[in-house]
C-alpha cells in the first residue's frame, strides 16, 4: 500500500477521511519543503533575507544594508555569530568588510589626530582604515559615510577611527608605473603588519609578524635597546620583500616591569610606510595569550551558521 494512503485506523473505514488523506497527500507530496528551511541561509528565499539580518543583528548598516548584491547579504547573515563574537577586534573589522566586498588594504594604529600633525598621549587610541573596493564599484559619498558607520560598529569601544580611505585598483597598471625615475612617488603603496603590537612573553620566545607590502621595505636597524635602563635589547630578522613576508623578533627576558618600543617601517628610500609596536610582559598568563591572539590573530575554524 503507498504510505500516502495509510491513514489512522480508527477512521480507515470512512471513505470521506481517505478521500480527503489522498488528496491532502497528492497537494503535500508536491510542495517545495526549501521555502519552509529558514536558516539554510543559501536556499531560503530572498523575501527571508531582511528577516534573518534582523535576527542575527546585522540589519541595516551593521551589513545588510551595505551588501551590494545579495549573495553579500547572505553571507553577512552567515557570519554574524563570528562577527559579534570577535567584535572590537581587528579581524571583525577585515572579515566584515570583506564579506560586504570592500576587502581592508590597511588598518593603522597609532596615528596622530591630524596626518603628519605633532604627537599626542592619545594617539595609541586612533586608528586608520585603507579598503579595496572593485572596479566596477562606483562609491558615493554616501557610500563612504555609510561604511564608516559600519566600521565604527565593528570597532573597539575605546578606539577612535580617525580616516576611512579607498583604494580602487586600475586595470591599466601603467598609471601606476610612469616611465620616470622618480617612479616610486607615483606608486600606491600599502602596508600591513600583523599582529601589531606583537606581545612578547617574558622570557623573550621567539615569535613572528607578518607583514603585507606592495612595495620593498626595511627596519633601519636589526637590533634595539628597549632603553629601560637594563641594557636589554631585542632582534629583528626580516627579508624587507614585497608582498607576504615575516618578521622574527627575540629578546632578552623581561625581569623589570612591562615595557614597549616602536620601531619604523620605511621604503628602500627612506618614506615612512608604518610603525611596528613591539610590547614585552613581565607576567604572562592565560589571559594575556588569549587577549592576543583574538586581538591580533584570530582564525575562524568554526563552522558556518
Known amino acids: 500500500m503507498d504510505n500516502k494512503n495509510v491513514i489512522a485506523s480508527g477512521i480507515s473505514d470512512n471513505e470521506l477521511a481517505r478521500a480527503f488523506s489522498e488528496l491532502v497527500a497528492d497537494r503535500w507530496d508536491n510542495w517545495d519543503l526549501s521555502l519552509f528551511m529558514a536558516y539554510l541561509v543559501d536556499i531560503c528565499a530572498p523575501a527571508a533575507l531582511p528577516y534573518l539580518a534582523e535576527q542575527f543583528d546585522v540589519d541595516g548598516l551593521q551589513g545588510f544594508a551595505i551588501a551590494e548584491n545579495?549573495?553579500?547579504q547572505r553571507e553577512i547573515i552567515k557570519r554574524s555569530i563570528a562577527l559579534h563574537k570577535y567584535i572590537g577586534t581587528p579581524w571583525a573589522i577585515r572579515e566584515a568588510c570583506r564579506t560586504v566586498g570592500f576587502p581592508v588594504i590597511v588598518i593603522e594604529e597609532g596615528v596622530t589626530a591630524i596626518s603628519g600633525g605633532p604627537a599626542s598621549p592619545d594617539d595609541w587610541a586612533r586608528f586608520r582604515v585603507l579598503v579595496e573596493g572593485g572596479v566596477s564599484r562606483h562609491?558615493?559619498?554616501?557610500?563612504?559615510?555609510?561604511?564608516?558607520?559600519?566600521?565604527?560598529?565593528?570597532k573597539n569601544e575605546r578606539s577612535h577611527l580617525v580616516s576611512l580611505g579607498f583604494?580602487?585598483?586600475?586595470?591599466?597598471t601603467?598609471?601606476?608605473?610612469?616611465?620616470?625615475?622618480?617612479?616610486?612617488?607615483?606608486?600606491?603603496?600599502?602596508?600591513?603588519?600583523?599582529?601589531?603590537?606583537?606581545?612578547?612573553?617574558?622570557?623573550?620566545?621567539?615569535?613572528?609578524?607578518?607583514?603585507?607590502?606592495?612595495?620593498?621595505?626595511v627596519i633601519?636597524?636589526?637590533?634595539?635597546?628597549?632603553?629601560?635602563?637594563?641594557?636589554?635589547?631585542?632582534?629583528?630578522?626580516?627579508?624587507?620583500?614585497?608582498?607576504?613576508?615575516e618578521i622574527v623578533v627575540a629578546s632578552d627576558p623581561n625581569t623589570t616591569a612591562k615595557r614597549e618600543m616602536t620601531v619604523e617601517i620605511k621604503t628602500t628610500s627612506g618614506r615612512t610606510l608604518g610603525t611596528l609596536t613591539i610590547v614585552q610582559l613581565l607576567h604572562w598568563n592565560a589571559y594575556s595569550r588569549a587577549y592576543s591572539n583574538a586581538y591580533n590573530t584570530f582564525t575562524d575554524n568554526t563552522a558556518k551558521p
Open 167 to 172: 583604494f580602487q585598483p586600475l586595470e591599466d
Open 174 to 217: 601603467r598609471v601606476f608605473r610612469p616611465a620616470v625615475a622618480d617612479r616610486e612617488s607615483m606608486d600606491v603603496m600599502v602596508l600591513e603588519a600583523c599582529p601589531n603590537p606583537l606581545v612578547l612573553d617574558p622570557a623573550g620566545t621567539l615569535d613572528k609578524v607578518t607583514v603585507t607590502a606592495s612595495v620593498p621595505w
Open 139 to 154: 562609491i558615493t559619498a554616501d557610500d563612504a559615510r555609510k561604511l564608516r558607520l559600519f566600521v565604527e560598529f565593528y
Open 220 to 245: 633601519e636597524q636589526t637590533r634595539y635597546g628597549w632603553e629601560d635602563g637594563t641594557g636589554d635589547a631585542f632582534t629583528l630578522e626580516f627579508t624587507g620583500a614585497a608582498g607576504t613576508s
Open 70 to 72: 545579495e549573495q553579500q
